[in-house]
Antibody, heavy 119, light 110 residues
Framework: EVQLVESGGALVQPGGSLKLSCAAS????????MHWVRQASGKGLEWVGR??????????AYAASVKGRFTISRDDSKNTAYLQMNSLKTEDTAVYYC???????????WGQGTMVTVS | QSALTQPASVSGSPGQSITISCTGT?????????VSWYQQYPGEAPKLMIY???KRPSGTSNRFSGSKSGNTASLTISGLQAEDEADYYC??????????FGGGTKLTVL
């Protein structure tokens, strides 16, 4: 079964740090880019960033709202992607989803999300 | 990058058709054939409904269709059913490896 499972969400103080994980199974993780998307309570989806595969030099890209504070990485040996969040702000409070794009760059697989509260 | 513009809400009666618009710019929606649409129920993760503007993944009902004209993409749901009541989001590639979502549209089936 193709699956993504996020973990690591927690309550953290402003200015603090947190690292989220996204464990993948059921597909060739090493060949896939991985994205992070977040959603504040009652609000819309916000693209956070992505990391490409080794074949694409693990290139990363970020939304302007998190650039310089958040870092996406991956460990292909563990089939896991990570989102390191530093200098957290109250406005970073959200459910964080990891998602896999299909071959046409649409997000076809999503995790269940993990809650991050900055307060 | 500003969010794509979607109407906050749309509504329709069972059996009717509705269309949700998604307006961007010549730098995103108008420049790439990479608009996708997602359906989200409360408390659940989004689900891909349309990709590359008009293509349906396997399992997506043919009642859902997508199109694009200039800087505006659209999602049309025909033969509206109660189960279609959900939030819908568009998403577009913006360039330089970045993406942007629309603000979301709440669909109410009357």
């Amino acid at each position: 079964e193709v699956q993504l499972v996020e973990s690591g969400g927690a309550l953290v103080q402003p200015g603090g740090s947190l690292k989220l994980s996204c464990a993948a199974s059921g597909f060739t993780f090493s060949g896939s880019a991985m994205h992070w998307v977040r959603q504040a309570s009652g609000k819309g989806l916000e693209w956070v960033g992505r990391i490409r595969s080794k074949a694409n030099s693990y290139a990363t890209a970020y939304a302007a709202s998190v650039k310089g504070r958040f870092t996406i990485s991956r460990d292909d040996s563990k089939n896991t992607a990570y989102l390191q969040m530093n200098s957290l702000k109250t406005e970073d409070t959200a459910v964080y989803y990891c998602t896999r794009p299909n071959e046409r760059d649409a997000f076809d697989i999503w995790g269940q999300g993990t809650m991050v509260t900055v307060s | 990058q500003s969010a794509l513009t979607q109407p906050a809400s749309v509504s329709g009666s069972p059996g009717q058709s509705i269309t949700i618009s998604c307006t961007g710019t010549s730098s995103d929606v108008g420049n790439y054939n990479l608009v996708s649409w997602y359906q989200q129920y409360p408390g659940e993760a989004p689900k891909l409904m349309i990709y590359e503007g008009s293509k349906r993944p396997s399992g997506t009902s043919n009642r859902f269709s997508g199109s694009k004209s200039g800087n505006t993409a659209s999602l049309t749901i025909s033969g509206l059913q109660a189960e279609d009541e959900a939030d819908y989001y568009c998403c577009s590639y913006v360039g330089s490896g970045t993406w942007v979502f629309g603000g979301g549209t709440k669909l109410t089936v009357l």
